[in-house]
């Protein structure tokens, strides 16, 4: 979808190596999120930003840290890189439309591969 | 953390086949959410419904909001090829922060 980037799109890298994933958004949203996918546990929240150096952690944050110094951008660190970090990881930002009526616009996602 | 249990988790059918599936959680959500995501790429948004109760249509797609808010449904009339995907749901309890809640998926095949 226009408005939403992420890079790289794919990426294969070794155990305990750092790894930076990019989220960029054109449309001046402030929220952003981060999620992985994998087979059996469906979308899961890694952490989320409600503005610049605003972010809270969600459901699965161990190991991932993340950095918003800008509107536009949402950085993903996984700090040592581990192969159960092996995933789909997906950027998404939140459409206001209306009081409680809002949706995710996602990224085409990142392919990470830790061996 | 609030749990989305999709069910069925595969199914495939016939072309002009009619099918539903079900979003159940023990919680209670301000507003739910029901996307399409298909190979390669990020979920798609297709309805979001806030009111228990509501009915919403999109084409030959069917959405509804259970009366307490803890469930929903996507019925899909006289399925087509181009339905194939994985479906998601997901919630937003009250004072979330916005933060969805995503159900595990079910993926539907439609073949000719």
């Known amino acids: 979808d226009a408005g939403i980037t992420q890079s790289p799109r794919h990426k294969v890298t070794e155990t305990g190596t750092p790894v930076t994933l990019r989220c960029h958004q054109t449309e001046n949203h402030r929220y952003m999120y981060w999620y992985r996918q994998d087979p059996g546990h469906g979308l899961r929240l890694i952490h989320y930003s409600y503005g610049v150096k605003d972010t809270d952690k969600g459901e699965v944050s161990d190991g991932y840290s993340v950095s918003r110094s800008k509107t536009e951008d949402f950085l993903l660190t996984l700090e040592s890189a581990t192969s159960s970090q092996t995933s789909v990881y997906f950027c998404?930002?939140?459409?206001?439309?209306?009081?409680?009526?809002?949706?995710?616009?996602f990224g085409s996602g990142t392919r990470l591969t830790v061996v | 953390t609030q749990l989305l249990e999709q069910s069925p988790q595969f199914l495939s059918i016939q072309e002009g086949e009619n099918l539903t599936v079900y979003c159940n959680s023990s919680?209670?959500?301000?507003?739910l959410q029901w996307y399409r995501q298909e190979p390669g790429e990020g979920p798609v948004l297709l309805v979001t419904v806030v009111t228990g109760g509501e009915v919403k249509k999109l084409k030959r797609l069917t959405f509804q909001f259970g009366d307490a808010r803890k469930d929903s449904s996507l019925h899909i009339t006289a399925a087509q090829p181009g339905d194939t995907g994985l479906y998601l749901c997901a919630g937003a309890e009250a004072g979330t922060a916005s933060k969805l809640t995503f159900g595990t998926g079910t993926r539907l095949q439609v073949t000719l």
């Open positions: 998404a930002i939140k459409r206001a439309g209306g009081y409680n009526v809002y949706g995710y616009t």
């Open positions: 919680s209670v959500f301000s507003s």
